[in-house]
């Protein structure tokens, strides 16, 4: 056993009643995943051990892989050490994060949460008018047919690609969620089909709308629920394991590409005057992308960062596409 666990585990088997408070705010990182997982292996069975998960913030859904391998690690947790599991919303509990919400032998929410939004996407940009406008020709040769190029419009195939992958993945977290919250949709008289089409499908919710829905078990936030229910425990909250070195990552050129573009992006719309209309506004940025692509792309270290970003923008989308098909696989 490593330093580090050792160490977790001995302050794991102090003998006091303890609140395990996790939390998960904005998203679901590598890194704030990897510290929650290894807390969780490091546990240890304790009398009165109680696990809570407060969400906060978490309004993405592109963290469905890693939100799916959380769940797993933390229901297993649960059960495993005989710790019961309340999970609850401070504030924005919607996308993937509601599949977490969902594991709660009790979900509360703060009365001024919104919920729900459940849905399964994929994000894409392109640069095709912009090429055309700059009169640059650019184009990825692979063995097989790729998707979602950069370089160009999503064909139909591209589409039909992203809804299918989709849907698939929507119907995966839906039943996810109707293992743990079936019955308490057919406790407000909702069927699971009708769960599945009116409030698992992209809909978002109010704190009273989600309780009248069955998303939601009570109205109220973690602290009052610790002081009614587990008065006595002790809060404490797993902190990053520690680390031996601390590695400096190197500044990665294709994000300065990003900030450069999102810079020149903002000076655009600031200095639109009010009386502009959307077209006004558009046809100006048009204008003024075109004359920033045609100055930077002369400097032979941004047109390389550049190429290297649409190649790296390439190898994302179809990563992204084969782990959604993986997640699947692994769900169906």
């Known amino acids: 056993m490593s330093g580090a666990i050792r160490q977790v585990s001995n302050f794991f088997s102090k003998k006091s009643p303890t609140i395990w408070h996790f939390r998960i705010s ?28 407060s969400i906060s913030s978490f309004q993405k859904s592109r963290d469905t892989a890693r939100v799916i391998t959380f769940y797993d690690a933390l229901r297993q947790a649960s059960e495993k050490l005989r710790a019961p599991l309340y999970t609850f919303s401070e504030d924005q509990a919607l996308g993937d994060s509601y599949l977490l919400l969902s594991l709660g032998e009790t979900v509360s929410a703060n009365p001024f949460s919104i919920i729900g939004s459940i849905n399964s996407r994929i994000n894409y940009i392109s640069f095709e008018k912009l090429f055309e406008r700059l009169g640059i020709k650019y184009d990825i040769y692979t063995s097989s047919s790729p998707a979602f190029l950069p370089s160009r419009k999503p064909t139909p195939s591209d589409i039909q690609l992203a809804e299918q992958s989709n849907q698939e993945v929507l119907e995966s977290i839906q039943n996810l969620i109707l293992q743990k919250r079936g ?55 797993p902190e990053r394991f520690p680390q031996k070195t601390q590695i400096f990552p190197k500044i990665n050129k294709d994000i300065l590409i990003l900030a450069e573009m999102s810079q020149e992006i903002e000076m655009i719309l600031s200095s639109a005057p009010s009386t502009a209309t959307d077209q006004q506004i558009v046809q100006t940025a048009e204008v003024r992308l075109a004359e920033f692509f045609t100055r930077k792309l002369k400097e032979p270290e941004f047109l390389i960062a550049f190429e290297n970003y649409l190649l790296n923008e390439f190898e994302q989308q179809k990563s992204m596409i084969e782990r959604k098909q993986e997640l699947i696989e692994i769900l169906s």
């Open 26 to 53: 904005s998203s679901l990182s590598s890194q704030v995943l990897e510290d929650n997982l290894q807390y969780l292996r490091a546990m240890r069975h304790k009398e009165g051990q109680v696990f809570a998960l």
């Open 183 to 237: 019955k308490h949709f057919e406790n407000k008289g909702i069927s699971r089909e009708q769960a599945k089409n009116e409030i698992l499908s992209g809909q978002t919710f109010t704190a009273q709308q989600a309780l009248k829905n069955g998303l939601i078990d009570q109205i109220g936030t973690f602290y009052e629920f610790k002081d009614s229910m587990y008065p006595l425990h002790k809060i404490r909250t």
